[in-house]
């Protein structure tokens, strides 16, 4: 079946610093999204991704969608203490209904 | 997102009783999704429905588990006979249409299911 390779799995930064995370997948997906997740909540939706290619901005987060159509990366500029969490990028492939494949999540921490 | 709601947020059931987690899709929604979470994992696909129907059961467990989303109502989530590997978070997610157009899910805060 398809999967979604996400890394890093951890990251421990200063406030201020700027983030990067990727993800890979063994096969080409048609959407992705990217989420955030608080502890003992469900993922908060931060960018969707339609078209490869396609880089996308939402405040101090930016994602693209790699033209290869089997990756993408989030950024996140001038973190700040509320940026803390797991960060999750989800893909959707053809003909697969709207079912989301998740990878395993990037932990971050920010040190103030 | 606070607009799916689902509850109960916590649940504990002994081993061998039956659990029922229910979800209510964001207004104008009539996709559901559910999702299973095991502790510092990702979220696992389980089951895709519409009103009345089953689209995808390919990420459902063959017994015990089972999923509606009735005419009326919330959907619901029901595993029977629960044994403690199905402790985790179930997470349910509604989005507007369905495949071919805007996709975008959005998640409820969880059901925490512990079985002691």
């Known amino acids: 079946g398809q999967q979604l390779n996400q890394s890093p799995q951890s990251m421990f930064i200063q406030e201020g610093e700027d983030v990067s995370m990727n993800c890979t997948s063994s096969?080409?997906?048609?959407?992705w999204l990217w989420y955030k997740q608080d502890p003992g909540e469900g993922p908060v939706l931060l960018i969707a991704?339609?078209?490869?290619?396609e880089l996308t901005s939402n405040g101090r987060l930016t994602a693209q969608f790699g033209t290869t159509r089997k990756d993408s990366f989030l950024n996140i500029s001038a973190s700040i203490p509320s940026d803390v969490g797991i960060y999750f990028c989800?893909?959707?492939?053809?003909?697969?209904?709207?079912?989301?494949?998740f990878g395993q999540g990037t932990e971050l921490s920010v040190k103030p | 997102n606070a607009g799916v709601m689902q509850n109960p947020r916590h649940l504990v059931r002994r081993r061998g009783q039956e659990a029922r987690l229910r979800c209510s899709p964001m207004?104008?929604?009539?996709?559901v999704y559910w999702y299973r979470q095991l502790p510092e994992e990702g979220l696992k696909f389980m089951v895709y429905?519409?009103?009345?129907?089953?689209?995808?059961e390919s990420g459902m467990p063959k017994e015990r588990f089972s999923a509606e989303f009735p005419k009326e109502g919330p959907s619901i989530l029901r595993i029977q006979q629960v044994v403690r590997g199905d402790s985790a978070a179930y997470f349910c997610?509604?989005?507007?249409?369905?495949?071919?157009?805007?996709?975008?899910?959005?998640f409820g805060q969880g059901t925490r299911l512990t079985v002691v």
């Open positions: 096969s080409i997906f048609n959407t």
């Open positions: 989800a893909g959707q492939g053809h003909n697969q209904g709207g079912k989301l494949i």
């Open positions: 997610a509604s989005s507007p249409r369905g495949p071919g157009g805007s996709t975008e899910a959005f």
């Open positions: 991704l339609y078209k490869a290619g």
């Open positions: 429905l519409q009103k009345e129907n089953i689209i995808d």
């Open positions: 207004k104008g929604h009539s996709h």
